[in-house]
């Protein structure tokens, strides 16, 4: 598949993943993940879960995620691929959250935790590709920062820097949905303590989350890097402060 992006543009967000990889010190790549109507060319011949595709494009593979042969059919629905199950299928799901998974205490629990939270993207693509930010060829409508909290703290400062708003986050549901379906829906920068069952399954760090943030942030993020105290900027004063605040 020819990329429709000039090579400045692809040229961006490999510099974007250079950065914030030295910044950072990451272990691994951001994940790049978009939203395609067609499959990716590189991607592997597999059914991966989502949980399983963000820890293995932030090691350095890619993978095309479809309706077709997502290896977790709740992962399909959370991402949009798939409607929400019925009948039977539905029947199952709810039997196996609340008796099985035990992630919730009935299916009332259950429906109320969907009802609240934000719908996922139905319809929007047939794909969903994720791959090391530096490897993506097509523009990435999110990207995925597996890290520990002080790596979080810090984007989620330098994302605050220019603008002082904070975002609107959503913790709740599966991972596919907070790291994924959420901040691609809302625009939002997410930040996911992952689900239970997904960080016990694929063998996630105990000291990783996840911050996600949609690509149209990630501009701001590296250019406060020279100028905020997340980045590379010194604090000033901080010995000055203390002593004016300091009663008598």
Aim: proline share 6%; hydrophobic share 35%; with cysteine.
């Amino acid at each position: 598949m020819r990329s429709q992006y000039k090579e400045d543009d692809v040229m961006e967000w490999k510099e974007y993943a250079k950065t914030l990889k030295e910044l950072l010190g990451l272990k691994g790549s951001p994940v790049a993940v978009t939203y395609s109507m067609k499959p990716a060319e590189r991607a592997g011949d597999t059914k991966p879960w989502v949980c399983e595709a963000l820890l293995g494009a932030r090691d350095g593979k890619t993978f095309c995620i479809s309706k077709d042969n997502s290896g977790c059919p709740g992962g399909a629905w959370h991402l949009g691929l798939a409607p929400k199950p019925t009948g039977a299928a539905d029947k199952a799901l709810k039997e196996f959250l609340v008796h099985g998974e035990k992630l919730f205490c009935s299916v009332a629990t259950f429906h109320r935790a969907m009802f609240l939270t934000t719908a996922p993207p139905l319809g929007l693509a047939d794909h969903v590709i994720f791959s090391p930010l530096e490897g993506a060829h097509e523009k990435p409508d999110l990207v995925v920062f597996i890290c520990n909290p002080e790596q979080g703290c810090r984007l989620l400062t330098l994302a605050q820097y220019a603008n002082g708003i904070p975002p609107r986050t959503e913790m709740s549901g599966s991972t596919c949905h907070m790291a994924v379906a959420y901040p691609i829906v809302s625009g939002e920068i997410n930040v996911s303590l992952l689900d239970y069952t997904s960080r016990r399954i694929q063998k996630f760090g105990s000291d990783e989350m996840t911050v996600s943030v949609p690509y149209h942030h990630m501009g701001n993020i590296v250019e406060s890097i020279e100028s905020c105290s997340a980045g590379t900027a010194k604090i000033e004063g901080m010995e000055r402060i203390i002593k004016a605040t300091q009663p008598g």
